[in-house]
């Protein structure tokens, strides 16, 4: 079914004026693509979802600083990819934990079960073997890296639209993406190698 | 043109963006190097290969939106109980009190001089993020003297949101002015041009309530100690948001007291600024 929703200047300048209606229409108006984009990021549905909700309430509380001067999807890409980094440098810094070490309960010991985040058969063979290969060479990026390949290629934005969410020059953002190509192009050409030899 | 040189025009050549010129040299460097052209194919066949990036998707959550409308109704519940009680606690968030407002205004004078705002020596008052332009000489908030010099940005720490305008630093007018007329302490991003590392400043509220009271990192202890004694606390360290446990701080002296809540990993000093730097180890 499609929806339709108003336009986020409008949906904006409502939730500026207190309207949280106005923001939860804007949240169900953005918050699938915001999850398709986290997502292709963080290669994991918990942390996506994470992400996202995290995202939403910073737009939520700078809503008033939003002037309108770059689109509503740019500003707000900015915000995901910042949540991305953010959450991504507070799970690099937490004590790690033996994944082997039982969970003490009153009941006695018990085995630390672990979700498998990992596609199903059915998933799997949707993708095609050259998907996975690069969907895992891109895993291998540095995060910043990484977000301005899935914006660009995932995404579909253009240069000036990466450069106006991530605030940085445009003639940067192309550098940054060909050295991202690049180191890409290393990794996919050592899984060709491996391929051969297997 | 050498072949590192060639590499940084893959991306541009493959899209037709090069002009004719440099197209040409392009071409010709990738004729007479078979490595570079054997380079250049794979990087055709990478770029192709990105463009299934597209049809990496995930089954949309069914309980997205509640996740979502959940933790803003939990940001919201926790920012009334911070106004309400001086003491309250503060669940650990990278999110702030949404109705503070940082005025940030451009660097002002140089030591010890006196010089009106004509003076072609004086780096003009730049009024930003919102609030009159003051005159010089009624320059208020905090004056942070930084020691590297250029394009001066200041971002909200956790959007990354520019607050105000940018602002040029340099060695005869080194101050940036910090102002925080909200009601909790503010965690901000200082940039400057050309610097590969920001600086990280905490800036008290004028009457601000107690802030971050759960947020057991850098950055919580310094928004706690920047609004204990009332001066901002600039952290120069590589990760703010890394985990440190919070501590009960009993010293009335602000350095000593920052130097009890960080531990040995941090060099702390005040400066003639009168702010509290922090450097890391």
């Known amino acids: 079914?499609?929806?339709?929703?108003?336009?986020?200047?409008?949906?904006?300048?409502?939730?500026?004026?207190?309207?949280?209606?106005?923001?939860?229409?804007?949240?169900?108006?953005?918050?699938?693509?915001?999850?398709?984009?986290?997502?292709?990021?963080?290669?994991?549905?918990?942390?996506?979802?994470?992400?996202?909700?995290?995202?939403?309430?910073?737009?939520?509380?700078?809503?008033?600083?939003?002037?309108?001067?770059?689109?509503?999807?740019?500003?707000?890409y900015r915000i995901l990819t910042n949540c991305f980094l953010d959450i991504r440098k507070r799970e690099k810094s937490r004590p790690t934990m033996s994944l082997e070490a039982a969970l003490q309960t009153p009941d006695g010991e018990l085995e630390r079960q672990i979700e498998d985040p990992s596609l199903s058969p059915h998933e799997e063979s949707e993708r095609s073997e050259r998907g996975r290969s690069v969907e895992a060479a891109v895993e291998q990026l540095p995060e910043y890296q990484r977000a301005m390949i899935v914006m660009y290629h995932a995404e579909m934005m253009s240069y000036e639209e990466i450069a106006d969410a991530l605030d940085l020059p445009i003639g940067t953002v192309k550098s940054r993406l060909n050295r991202a190509r690049l180191s890409l192009r290393e990794q996919l050409v050592k899984d060709e190698e491996l391929f051969k030899l297997g | 043109m050498n072949t590192d040189k060639a590499r940084e025009y893959f991306s541009s050549y493959f899209e037709g963006s090069l002009d004719t010129g440099l197209s040409q040299t392009f071409e010709r460097k990738l004729n007479t190097d078979a490595e570079l052209q054997a380079e250049y194919r794979a990087f055709e066949r990478t770029m192709s290969q990105l463009s299934s990036l597209r049809e990496i998707e995930s089954e949309v959550p069914f309980d997205l939106h509640d996740k979502i409308q959940a933790r803003l109704d939990l940001h919201l519940f926790e920012q009334k109980r911070a106004k309400k009680?001086?003491?309250?606690?503060?669940?650990?968030?990278?999110?702030?009190?949404?109705?503070?407002?940082?005025?940030?205004?451009?660097?002002?004078?140089?030591?010890?001089?006196?010089?009106?705002?004509?003076?072609?020596?004086?780096?003009?008052?730049?009024?930003?993020?919102?609030?009159?332009?003051?005159?010089?000489?009624?320059?208020?908030?905090?004056?942070?003297?930084?020691?590297?010099?250029?394009?001066?940005?200041?971002?909200?720490?956790?959007?990354?949101?520019?607050?105000?305008?940018?602002?040029?630093?340099?060695?005869?007018?080194?101050?940036?002015?910090?102002?925080?007329?909200?009601?909790?302490?503010?965690?901000?991003?200082?940039?400057?041009?050309?610097?590969?590392?920001?600086?990280?400043?905490?800036?008290?509220?004028?009457?601000?309530?107690?802030?971050?009271?759960?947020?057991?990192?850098?950055?919580?202890?310094?928004?706690?100690?920047?609004?204990?004694?009332?001066?901002?606390?600039?952290?120069?360290?590589?990760?703010?948001?890394?985990?440190?446990?919070?501590?009960?701080?009993?010293?009335?002296d602000p350095v000593g007291g920052v130097s009890e809540a960080l531990g040995d990993e941090f060099r702390v000093e005040q400066r003639k600024d009168n702010l509290i730097w922090v450097h890391q180890h």
Not at chain 1, 46 to 72: I, M, T
Not at chain 2, 142 to 160: C, P
Not at chain 2, 203 to 219: C, F, L, Q, W, Y
């Open chain 2, 85 to 252: 009680a001086p003491f309250a606690l503060w669940f650990r968030t990278l999110g702030f009190a949404g109705l503070a407002a940082l005025a940030i205004f451009g660097a002002i004078k140089a030591i010890g001089t006196d010089k009106a705002v004509g003076d072609p020596g004086m780096a003009g008052v730049l009024t930003t993020g919102g609030g009159d332009t003051p005159k010089m000489d009624e320059a208020k908030g905090f004056q942070l003297k930084l020691d590297q010099f250029g394009e001066v940005t200041v971002r909200d720490a956790v959007t990354g949101a520019q607050k105000g305008d940018v602002v040029n630093v340099t060695p005869e007018t080194p101050y940036l002015s910090l102002e925080n007329s909200g009601a909790q302490a503010e965690f901000v991003k200082v940039e400057v041009s050309g610097v590969k590392r920001p600086i990280f400043v905490a800036v008290p509220a004028k009457n601000g309530s107690d802030v971050a009271a759960e947020d057991a990192t850098i950055r919580g202890a310094a928004l706690r100690l920047a609004q204990k004694y009332g001066t901002p606390v600039v952290l120069n360290v590589p990760d703010p948001m890394a985990a440190l446990p919070i501590a009960t701080v009993k010293q009335n």
């Open chain 1, 1 to 76: 079914m499609l929806e339709s929703y108003p336009d986020d200047r409008v949906l904006i300048e409502r939730a500026q004026g207190g309207n949280r209606e106005a923001f939860n229409t804007l949240i169900r108006k953005h918050e699938r693509r915001a999850y398709q984009y986290a997502y292709r990021l963080t290669s994991n549905p918990e942390e996506a979802s994470d992400v996202v909700a995290e995202a939403f309430v910073r737009v939520f509380s700078a809503l008033h600083n939003f002037k309108g001067q770059s689109a509503f999807t740019t500003w707000f």
